[in-house]
């Protein structure tokens, strides 16, 4: 289930890294081939993936799961099959509550399968999402050298995703529930709101878990505007820039994954989340050419590619015997991410593009003062 993740940024990554075949394909403008693409992914998913996510327990959870990723591989295709704009994104728009579900049950069942081993999970899951990041670009690039365009990668991805999805359905589900366990299960979607919202721990790691998003496609979008502004860098250097950043979250990845065991959660994020901090810091505010803003940006990555994982295996924690609920809770509260590109563009239409970098430092700062929580629960 580790390859769905892989799987589900490929597919997310190929539409906006062939946007500039889109224009072509479809007489597009630049909003409408970058910025509308990357809307309809979210946009359906922010209403339907909460409320289908506190479902998704008991004997629902399985074919709930099993039905997202088939969704996603169909949507996939339909995608890169679509002959207009509009058609596209509807598939897109559909995408989006099939990823959230399917993916996100697939970590979830993961998670619950090693719940000691959360923080590793959740850093090779991680791994695999930057694996994905950094191959979507050549997977277009394959493509188009070999004369079938965009669609030929998508394509490509969605057989990918099919296959997955029917090897899903073939794995047999958990153990039986009794009648007990039966009731508790179906409780009314309602009851496990008011579950969520009684567990004010599981709000705060969810809260806290939207700031992830800063440094990721944020960082990429206003980043590189920055890099021109700053250093005048080209399309090439900032290419290498941002590849450096993700080679360093791949390499962040791995080391969680290694280490994570062998030291509190309390510890891991107060060092990632004050890394992080420092290295973008010097990033934005020192480094002069290319090749000292990839060092730097490579190390920002490396420390804030820890982020998600200890700050969602913590999540999970504080409700193990539940993970529909931390999910349709993530699911929710994450659709705040929609707000955050608005939010960063009015500042650097405004005050600037410094101040709008600035404002990602909120993740960092975030995950440090988190390990401050993590502490006293530990002491508890």
């Known amino acids: 289930m580790l390859a769905v993740v892989f799987t ?7 539409v906006p890294s062939g946007a500039p075949e889109l224009l072509s394909a479809f007489d597009l403008t630049p909003a409408r081939a970058a910025g509308w693409t990357l809307f309809a992914y979210q946009v359906l998913g922010a209403l339907l993936e909460p409320p289908l996510l506190a479902m998704a327990h008991g004997r629902r959870e399985r074919p709930m799961r099993v ?52 923080e590793a999970v959740l850093a090779r899951w991680t791994f695999l999402g930057y694996a994905g990041d950094l191959l979507a670009p050549a997977a277009v690039a394959l493509s ?5 365009g965009w669609r030929g990668a ?44 009684r567990c004010r721990p599981l709000l705060a ?53 290694r280490f994570a065991s062998r030291f509190r959660p309390s510890t891991l994020l107060a060092v990632s989340g004050l890394g992080c901090a420092v290295a973008y810091s010097v990033w934005l505010m020192l480094a002069s050419t290319w090749v000292t803003s990839a060092l730097m940006l490579g190390l920002t990555g490396m420390f804030s590619a820890a982020h998600y994982p200890l700050l969602r295996a913590r999540a999970f924690a504080a409700m193990p ?8 809770t993530g699911s929710l509260l994450g659709s705040l991410d ?25 993740q960092p700062v975030g995950v440090a003062l988190s390990a401050v929580a993590a502490r006293r629960s530990e002491r508890r």
């Open 8 to 14: 589900d940024e490929l597919a997310t990554g190929v």
């Open 205 to 257: 790691w969810s809260a806290v878990t939207v700031l992830c998003g800063l440094l990721d496609e944020l960082l990429v979008g206003f980043g590189a505007i920055w890099m021109t502004e700053r250093l005048g860098a080209d399309a090439t250097e900032r290419a290498a820039i941002l590849s450096a950043w993700v080679v360093g979250g791949l390499l962040g990845s791995a080391l969680l994954e």
């Open 144 to 148: 188009v050298a070999l004369g079938f």
């Open 154 to 197: 998508l394509f490509a991805v969605g057989l990918v995703a099919l296959a997955q999805a029917v090897a899903a359905s073939r794995v047999t589900g958990g153990a039986e529930h009794g009648p007990g366990e039966d009731e508790e299960t179906e409780a009314p979607l309602r009851e496990a709101l008011r579950a969520a919202l």
């Open 321 to 328: 015997d539940r993970p529909h609920i931390v999910l349709a």
């Open 67 to 118: 039905a997202g990723l088939a969704v996603l591989a169909l949507t996939t295709l339909a995608a890169a099959l679509a002959p207009s704009y509009w058609l596209l994104l509807a598939a897109l728009m559909l995408y989006g509550p099939a990823s959230g579900v399917g993916v996100n049950l697939a970590q979830a069942a993961l998670v619950s399968a090693n719940p000691e081993r959360s």
């Open 338 to 362: 929609m707000t955050l590109p608005l939010l960063i563009g009015v500042v650097a239409d405004g005050p600037g593009i410094f101040a709008a970098m600035l404002m990602l430092l909120a």
